[in-house]
């Protein structure tokens, strides 16, 4: 599987941005999908995470109410809406590709088997 992220840039804190990642090169309803976060310093975090068939989602606590993850499988694309973004929201984003299906809690980073190259969020104050 191929991943290929965009969306990402500058933008002022409460502001937002739209991520998105398109796959190709499987079946893109039959992969979970996830965006993880890494902010200098510190380790890679599981943002969101969505099953295939869009049925159950995952999201860190500490972006609950304010992102959203939800996929158009008719254009093998995953998308993370972020809304009122804070500074500690500063970070590359990273889309993940899983064949488990429905991993607890969207598993971990070794749970992912392909990954984007990364689109920088950066959120000023």
């Known amino acids: 599987v191929q991943l290929q992220a965009s969306g990402g840039g500058l933008v002022q804190a409460g502001g937002s941005l739209r991520l998105s990642c398109t796959a190709s090169?499987?079946?893109?309803?039959?992969?979970?999908l996830a965006w993880f976060r890494q902010a200098p310093g510190r380790e890679r975090e599981l943002v969101a995470a969505i099953t295939r068939s869009g049925g159950s989602t995952y999201l860190l606590d500490s972006v609950l109410g304010r992102f959203t993850i939800s996929r158009d499988n008719t254009k093998n694309t995953v998308y993370l809406q972020m809304n009122s973004l804070k500074p500690e929201d500063t970070a590359v984003y990273y889309c993940?590709?899983?064949?488990?299906?429905?991993?607890?809690?969207?598993?971990?980073?070794?749970?992912?088997?392909?990954w984007g190259q990364g689109t920088q969020v950066t959120v000023s104050s």
């Open positions: 090169g499987r079946t893109f309803s039959t992969i979970d």
């Open positions: 993940a590709a899983s064949k488990w299906y429905g991993l607890p809690n969207g598993g971990k980073a070794d749970d992912y088997d392909f």
